[in-house]
């Protein structure tokens, strides 16, 4: 059974607060958004092997600057495809601030058009598509400083409610 609906009390997940208040507060484009918590891979700067990702609100999605480094590197030179899946999935929940709603990845598909290089930047939009009950379908690309589109990903994220967070909090409070 899924607990979208469930509204118990938010205390017992620390950063539960803090992401409600941020789709509160998202009405203006090239705010920068808050990380999801310290140490998100994706986004928390307390996580020395995280990819501390950067996003704002651009329109009706989000944008970031992002450069890959050594620590995710695969073929030589090249970002590894898990580290850009791990980043887009985490722009992906940045873009869940702007949508409004508490959810987490269902499937995630991602394309690889050309190699994502370390030490350069790039940028990443991403955006929802559609919404069908529960159902939110987003799309990410990643574009080189000439334009050029390197990677896709298209994802399904189901929405939650607040005790999905809440039951496995302890992990993350004993973390903080
Ligand atoms: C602001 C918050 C920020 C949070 C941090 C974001 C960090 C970045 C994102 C992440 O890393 S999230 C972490 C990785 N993801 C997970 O840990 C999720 C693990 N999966 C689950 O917990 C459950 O599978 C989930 C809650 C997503 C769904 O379980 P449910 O039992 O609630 O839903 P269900 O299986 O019934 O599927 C819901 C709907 O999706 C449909 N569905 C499922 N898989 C599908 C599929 N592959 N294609 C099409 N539809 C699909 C399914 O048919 C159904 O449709 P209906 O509502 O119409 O009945």
Not at 75 to 83: D, R, V, W
Request: glycine share 10%; net charge neutral; proline share 5%.
């Amino acid at each position: 059974m899924h607990d979208a609906q469930d509204t118990r009390p938010t205390s017992s997940n620390p950063y539960m607060s803090d992401w409600l208040s941020s789709m509160q507060t998202t009405a203006h484009d090239s705010a920068l958004l808050p990380p999801h918590h310290g140490d998100c891979l994706g986004c928390g700067p307390a996580n020395q092997h995280g990819h501390h990702l950067r996003a704002r609100r651009h329109g009706d999605g989000v944008v970031a600057a992002h450069v890959f480094d050594g620590r995710h590197v695969g073929a030589p030179g090249i970002a590894h495809g898990g580290a850009v899946a791990t980043v887009l999935d985490d722009l992906f929940g940045f873009a869940l601030y702007v949508v409004g709603e508490l959810a987490v990845t269902r499937k995630l598909e991602v394309e690889y058009l050309a190699p994502v290089l370390l030490q350069t930047e790039y940028t990443l939009h991403a955006e929802m598509l559609s919404r069908n009950g529960r159902k939110l379908r987003l799309r990410a690309r990643v574009e080189d400083q000439n334009g050029q589109v390197v990677a896709t990903a298209d994802a399904l994220f189901i929405v939650v409610g607040p005790a999905h967070f809440t039951s496995r909090a302890p992990v993350i409070q004993a973390r903080r």
